[in-house]
T-cell receptor, first 113, second 114 residues
């Protein structure tokens, strides 16, 4: 079974500052993928970034980067230069191949002007 | 960019009524999924579907739920007799065969049971 742990239920960050959202995972699989999704108050799930377990480089997508530490089983999301529009719930998730995605409980990020 | 389309975006139904949530997966994807998110909680897996049959289901997916791919493009979730606790956001997703990156979620249907 796969498990995701997000220990920060809520976080505040000043606009234009960087913020790190924590995610640790547990899996016995050798091959797996890790996602981060953003969920604004409107409810849709917005894909942010993906990291494969065999990827040697940390994934980056614009202002988002994933700090992947495989030995520690952590996949933290770093958002640089926070914007007011970044205020949302953020979910870390893990899956393997075509199997179900397992989500964490989420972190609510609030960006302060 | 290809996307998973879900309709309606919001549905209100009376308790005890049947409801069908519709999804159009990405055309070359072969695996289809439904997930549920009760307000304020995490997203939970309901069911996966491949080759016209259920490949995995969770304990949430009991006899009141069913899925169908009626015409080769749509993928539906039916709730036979809705309960108040079925109120949630329902997400459809699809993925390519064996592709770890190709997992795509729809924007969700917010179901409200009154």
């Amino acid at each position: 079974a796969q498990k995701i742990t997000q220990t920060q239920p809520g976080m505040f960050v000043q606009e234009k500052e960087a913020v790190t959202l924590d995610c640790t995972y547990d899996t016995s699989d050798q091959s797996y993928g890790l996602f981060w999704y953003k969920q604004p108050s409107s409810g849709e799930m917005i894909f942010l970034i993906y990291q494969g377990s065999y990827d040697e480089q940390n994934a980056t997508e614009g202002r988002y980067s994933l700090n992947f530490q495989k030995a520690r089983k952590s996949a933290n999301l770093v958002i640089s230069a926070s914007q007011l529009g970044d205020s949302a719930m953020y979910f870390c998730a893990i899956f393997r191949g075509y199997q179900k995605v397992t989500f964490g409980t989420g972190t609510k990020l609030q960006v302060i002007p | 960019e290809p996307e998973v389309t879900q309709t309606p975006s919001h549905q209100v139904t009376q308790m005890g009524q049947e409801v069908i949530l519709r999804c159009v997966p990405i055309s070359n994807h072969l695996y289809f999924y439904w997930y549920r998110q009760i307000l304020g909680q995490k997203v939970e897996f309901l069911v996966s579907f491949y080759n016209n049959e259920i490949s995995e289901k969770s304990e949430i997916f009991d006899d009141q739920f069913s899925v169908e791919r009626p015409d080769g493009s749509n993928f539906t979730l039916k709730i036979r007799s809705t309960k108040l606790e079925d109120s949630a956001m329902y997400f459809c997703a699809s993925s390519e065969l064996g592709q770890t990156y190709g997992y795509t979620f729809g924007s969700g249907t917010r179901l409200t049971v009154v």
